[in-house]
């Protein structure tokens, strides 16, 4: 499965989750790609769409390789098996979650132009983005929301690998995937137009 981009992978995913019986009080999309996925979803359900700005911790050597992800306020995921495998001791993670912490307040503040995010305590959330290949970034949201008291979370993904989706099912209410990718190597191979989203373009989906 291919998709057009990310305007049709979300109305793909709205249809899919309204045709089985999920509702969505709040929609979130991980910044940025997976605001692109959001909009539509929250314009089917006719909630509101908000951003959530979260960033993976990259390997020492190689910084598309994530060994964990970090969201607002400090929450983190670490795969601390793999970080030291990839020579990342407790110095090295705690000096990027500092680094990537400021990067996030940055990006929050400007994404919501000076305004508080969504409340989400009590609240049916659907979280998205454009794909998961690693799922570090999913699994920090999914913290993230839990510690914001979400009612129910469900995540809604257009392509994740069968692992990921194990990984998260038992963390969450539900979790929607068009497309289980077992050799899912990187996510824009299965878009046909999988450019990169600006922060223009999130701020104009966020703020039409």
């Known amino acids: ?9 979300g109305e793909a995913l709205a249809s899919h989750l309204r045709t ?8 979130i999309g991980l910044a940025r790609g997976g605001v692109a996925i959001a909009a539509p979803i929250a314009k089917s359900f006719g909630s509101p769409v908000d951003v959530l700005v979260v960033k993976k911790i990259p390997s020492v050597y190689n910084p598309e390789l994530a060994i964990g ?14 970080a030291h495998k990839e020579g990342a001791d407790e110095a090295y993670v705690h000096a990027k979650k500092e680094e990537l ?3 996030i307040h940055q990006k929050s503040i ?20 454009d794909g998961a290949a ?27 690998p ?19 990718a077992s050799d899912l190597a990187s996510v824009g191979d299965y878009y046909e137009d999988f450019v990169q ?7 104009s989906l966020l703020h039409p």
């Not at 499965?1 to 992978?9: E, L, S, V």
């Not at 089985?20 to 929609?27: F, H, M, R």
């Not at 690693?134 to 994740?160: D, F, Q, Y």
């Not at 989203?197 to 701020?203: M, N, S």
């Open 1 to 9: 499965m291919r998709f057009a981009n990310r305007t049709q992978a």
């Open 69 to 82: 992800a970090l969201a607002p306020d400090d929450v983190s995921v670490i795969y601390w098996r793999n």
């Open 101 to 103: 912490q400021q990067l």
């Open 20 to 27: 089985s019986g999920i509702t969505a009080q709040v929609v």
């Open 197 to 203: 989203v600006t922060d223009a373009e999130v701020l």
């Open 110 to 129: 400007a994404f919501h132009k000076g305004k508080k995010p969504l409340d989400v305590r009590g609240k049916n959330v659907v979280v998205t983005d």
């Open 162 to 180: 069968p692992e990921v989706i194990a990984r998260i099912r038992p963390e969450v209410a539900d979790v929607v995937v068009l497309h289980e």
């Open 134 to 160: 690693t799922g570090a970034t999913m699994e920090v949201a999914i913290r993230w929301l839990k510690a914001k008291k979400a009612k129910k979370i469900i995540v809604a993904l257009p392509v994740a």
